[in-house]
């Protein structure tokens, strides 16, 4: 009764709500890179006492996300292309085993090396592209144009929820009575007045540091089993389907999707570009460029959110309730962009994730100066994280939209895949920003975030450039001119 409530109201059958909901179970598994902050402090903390890598530090662990970035944007162009091939609950299968099975190999890969710890959990990057624009492809198949924005932002807002569960599961497993961190005796800048904004604080418990090992086993056991329920209720619509097959109030919106697409394209089906026809358009770029600026806040957050917010507040359990409200927002905030894409448009979507995450990113740095451990400090992290979690995912589901707008369906899943190419360009960023010595000692924190808040501003200008509504059909004449 309520799933053909839900597929009344979004012009759908209930095979439709099915995929929605198997895409969101989809998403909510793979969003363990929200949690990576929280990731990367007991990580790093087992394995600086595991006897393999005693001078591990947070600011490495950029090397395990940024791997499996790189991964994912050199990757996903291609195996975009794969994917559309051998088929949707194929991709989706195929891409849930090789996640699940990299963090259950992590139970062994953590207890050694820190590369080997990259490569079992970089696994996570060649998933991602199997199932990441096959599982929003598939569920906005089932919907009409109109509500692509809305459809696909309910899918990619598991990714958002995602954390709500991983973060205080891992530090309840891991952490349940709270142990605080302890700074690191080994630091150039013990005893100086630099000594709270320039040295990390790690996890020294042994009966802490123990169980870190066993958590990656049993979540990797947990995002199989979550693979193989969202690979049952994801599929694709019949091109044969018969009417009977489809409720009545489906039949009415095919028909208003019909009218649609012959007012916008008189005549035709809706036009799509080829990837190679999609980086000759100036449109690409100034996506690609917008979508640049926000990822490095997101990925700056990412791996330093929690590590940032340790050298004035040292207190685990703050940072995990914190945690649960920011992926609230996280997933919330990608429904209502989602929403608000299919009446604003784009450009007016961007504008607004735009300025405000440029501002706020850009202020983190005065945050410690409010004092050590004190109230206003907590209060005024939790406000600054939740307006950033509020807007920056945001992106992710304007720009899985707007690709659909832009260069139309067919070839969706690869022009996709291009977009995310950006993720190779805000790696190397963070990479100069944070493994750089002297770059890296010159910046610190402050520095870091400052660097983001300009790339914001480029960003705000390339999207300016874009019309409000973003349509594949202003390209119809242009390419076939070109032929």
């Known amino acids: 009764m309520v799933l053909s409530q839900v597929a009344s109201r979004l012009g759908g059958p209930i095979q439709g709500v099915n995929c929605i909901l198997g895409g969101f179970i989809l998403c909510l598994s793979f969003a363990s890179d929200f949690s990576y902050p929280n990731i990367n402090t007991y990580l790093t903390s087992y394995m600086r006492k595991n006897g393999y890598n005693p001078t591990l530090t947070y600011a490495d662990f950029v090397l395990l996300s940024t791997s499996k970035v790189v991964i994912t944007g050199i990757s996903m162009p291609f195996i975009g292309n794969w994917a559309k091939k051998i088929g949707t609950r194929p991709s989706i299968a195929l891409g849930s085993a090789i996640y699940s099975v990299g963090f259950m190999l992590t139970y062994f890969t953590v207890k050694h090396w820190f590369s080997l710890a990259i490569i079992s959990l970089s696994c996570h990057g060649i998933g991602f592209s199997f199932i990441y624009a096959t599982a929003i492809g598939a569920a906005q198949n089932w919907f009409p144009p109109s509500r692509k924005g809305l459809v696909g932002s309910i899918v990619v807002s598991g990714y958002g929820f995602g954390s709500l569960f991983w973060v205080p599961l891992q530090t309840m497993f891991v952490n349940p009575d709270n142990v605080q961190a302890v700074i690191d005796h080994e630091c150039e800048y013990i005893g ?284 119809r004449e242009q390419m076939h001119e070109k032929k």
């Not at 002297?438 to 808040?453: D, E």
């Open 192 to 475: 100086t007045e630099q000594e709270d904004a320039k040295c990390d604080f790690y996890f020294t418990d042994e009966n802490l540091l123990e169980k870190v090992p066993l958590m990656f086993f049993i979540l990797g056991v947990v995002y199989s089993i979550m693979g193989v329920t969202a690979l049952c209720l994801i599929s694709d619509p019949e091109p044969t389907a018969t009417p009977k097959s489809r409720t009545k109030s489906y039949k009415k919106e095919k028909e208003e999707s019909l009218e649609y697409l012959i007012e916008n394209s008189p005549g035709k089906v809706a036009f799509s570009l080829t990837p190679l026809q999609v980086i000759r358009t100036p449109a690409f770029y100034q996506i690609w460029l917008g979508f640049f600026s926000i990822s490095l806040t997101n990925g700056l957050m990412s791996n330093y959110s929690k590590t940032f917010g340790l050298t004035f507040i040292n207190d685990d359990h703050f940072f995990a309730k914190v945690a649960v409200f920011l992926n609230i927002l996280n997933g919330i905030c990608r429904i209502l962009w989602g929403y608000y894409y299919d009446r604003f448009g784009f450009k007016h979507c961007f504008r607004i994730i735009g300025v405000t995450v440029t501002l706020v990113t850009a202020t983190l740095p005065a945050l410690p100066a409010l004092g050590a451990n004190s109230l206003a400090a907590k209060f005024c992290y939790s406000l600054w994280m939740s307006v950033l979690y509020a807007t920056f995912p945001g992106i992710y589901s304007i720009v899985a939209a707007a690709v659909n707008d832009a260069f139309g369906p067919a070839n969706y899943q690869a022009n996709f895949g291009l977009l995310f190419s950006q993720s190779l360009a805000y790696c190397a960023v963070i990479m100069v920003l944070t493994k750089v010595p002297f770059i890296h000692a010159m910046l610190g924190y402050t520095g870091m975030f400052l660097v983001a808040g300009m790339f914001g501003l480029v960003g705000l200008g390339a999207v300016s450039l874009l019309p409000t509504f973003l349509s594949s059909e202003v390209f």
